[in-house]
């Protein structure tokens, strides 16, 4: 086709032309004119803004839409994961025990089972049993339990065993407002019992209207009867830890599971008690045997139940106690808070590796998380590595406030105290740092720096380091031989 010519678009333009002629002319007065031109530019203004407005509005729907599924984005790490409002933040309250009175050591590790199954829950949140433990035997109030715990659900229930034949009984409240969401009463044979532990989680989940995937690590729908037998002595050498925990109750424990396996050499549970008690034993007297039997354990652990909780766990401590690969103990840590994102012990443990590689910032965030899921928890282990963390990283206020609360907590132990003396120090409160030293020489005579190097963590970091040689420095400064 040919293009147009110039005299045809002058007369194509030329009608227009005099429509907006005739219509300028029959605005006779100056003012009608400018009137005329004003609603023109605003018109122009209020159709660009739309335009504008319409565009922001589609870049953010973009944003929402696709934003997150960009390639090349790195995923979040385990503690910002944690950090977003858990689907599932929930407190499992200790479940009564409606049996005879000998049998609260079995509804003791049902409370806990249960609790490390909800951790499966995608972004869970479950608070630790080490928190939970003081409402033991109190009548509560489940929205002043949320509210002082900061949950959304409470889990409560009562247990009765009777011969081989359990009785559970399982509610879920609202902590807002105290309703039952969902209740629901179990009689199932003790052999059966796992299987429906591993299946709670999916009920409370579904209650909720929260879509979870069955964990690979799915326990067995019913144990063989000498599985039952070695799994009730197991659960009873976990009481014995549960009650308190030292070198006496440890070795008890160890005893108690060290049957439990030559009882039935599948005991997961039995394994899993080995691989901890032994790991403590190694911790306080860094006895090779120790670590000899606790690297069977975690070995056994990885042929019976790699994915599960205890083997997971078994496996991390091993690694973290040899102590000749941190970043293998690291990734342990890792897989465990991937299976149980909603348990504070992957978090604990990736806290503890972290910061004997140095890397206090990522160990900060790890155990403000292990925290988070064992508030108002009387072990002081996580808040003094918070407060050594804050040291590390040149916050010396901000150790000497954790240290103060670990001291509070805990007046005889001495690690604390170390902690707090050399922190404000080096935050220019000498006089105050030797008056914490002085107290502490009243119930311990012969402390000396030698004493506080031994109490002190080990590792290899060399920020760690730097860090301990400078706290064990402050304490000289101070006058501790």
């Not at 040919?2 to 003012?31: G, N």
């Not at 922001?56 to 984005?73: L, M």
């Not at 910002?80 to 079995?106: H, M, Q, Y």
């Not at 014995?240 to 008890?252: A, R, S, V």
Request: charged share 25%; glycine share 8%; net charge neutral.
């Amino acid at each position: 086709m040919a293009a147009d010519s110039p005299q045809q678009s002058e007369q194509v333009a030329e009608p227009a032309a005099r429509w907006w002629r005739r219509l300028w002319q029959r605005l006779h007065s100056r003012f009608a004119r400018q009137i005329a031109l004003i609603a023109v530019v605003v018109g122009a203004i209020a159709a660009a803004g739309h335009f504008v407005g319409g565009m922001i509005g589609w870049w953010h729907a973009y944003e929402i839409t696709f934003g997150s599924h960009e390639a090349g984005k790195t995923a979040a790490s385990p503690e910002r994961a944690k950090a977003a409002a858990p689907l599932l933040s929930i407190v499992v309250l200790p479940f009564t025990n409606a049996g005879a009175a000998e049998d609260g050591w079995f509804v003791e590790n049902l409370t806990n089972d249960i609790v490390v199954q909800l951790s499966r829950v995608p972004g869970s949140s479950v608070i630790g049993r080490e928190t939970t433990a003081r409402y033991r035997n109190r009548e509560a109030d489940p929205r002043e339990v949320a509210k002082e715990l900061d949950v959304r659900y409470v889990l409560a229930g009562s247990a009765e065993r009777t011969g081989d034949k359990v009785r559970l009984r399982v509610k879920l409240l609202d902590g807002e407002t105290g309703a039952q969401r969902w209740a629901e009463r179990f009689d199932v044979e003790r052999a059966a019992l796992p299987g429906l532990v591993d299946d709670l989680p999916m009920r409370i989940a579904r209650a909720v209207d929260i879509e979870m995937v069955r964990s690979a690590g799915s326990a067995a729908a019913r144990l063989p009867p000498e599985t039952v037998r070695a799994d009730d002595l197991a659960m009873q050498g976990w009481a014995i830890l549960y009650g308190g925990l030292n070198q006496k109750t440890n070795q008890e424990a160890l005893a108690v599971f060290e049957r439990a396996v030559a009882m039935d050499s599948r005991s997961v549970r039995g394994w899993g008690g080995v691989a901890l008690a032994s790991s403590n034993v190694r911790r306080w007297t860094r006895s090779e045997q120790a670590l000899n039997r606790l690297n069977e354990a975690a070995e056994q652990l990885d042929r019976l139940d790699p994915a599960g909780y205890y083997g997971l766990l078994a496996r991390a401590i091993a690694a973290f106690q040899s102590g000749r690969d941190p970043e293998a103990a690291l990734a342990g840590a890792d897989r465990l808070i991937e299976s149980y994102p909603g348990h504070h012990g992957g978090y604990q443990m990736r806290g503890i590796v972290l910061v004997r590689m140095g890397r206090f910032e990522e160990a900060l965030a790890a155990t403000e998380t292990a925290l988070a899921l064992l508030p108002n928890n009387p072990d002081t282990a996580n808040q003094w590595r918070r407060s050594f963390i804050f040291y590390g990283l040149g916050r010396h206020a901000e150790a000497a406030a954790q240290a103060r609360q670990v001291v509070a907590k805990n007046p005889s132990g001495l690690v604390g105290v170390f902690t707090l003396a050399a922190a404000l120090a080096r935050d220019g409160k000498r006089e105050q740092a030797r008056q914490v030293l002085d107290e502490a020489r009243r119930h311990h005579p012969d402390i000396s720096t030698a004493k506080a190097s031994e109490f002190m963590l080990q590792g290899s970091g060399e920020k760690f380091i730097a860090a301990r040689d400078d706290m064990l420095a402050a304490l000289r400064e101070l006058g501790l031989p």
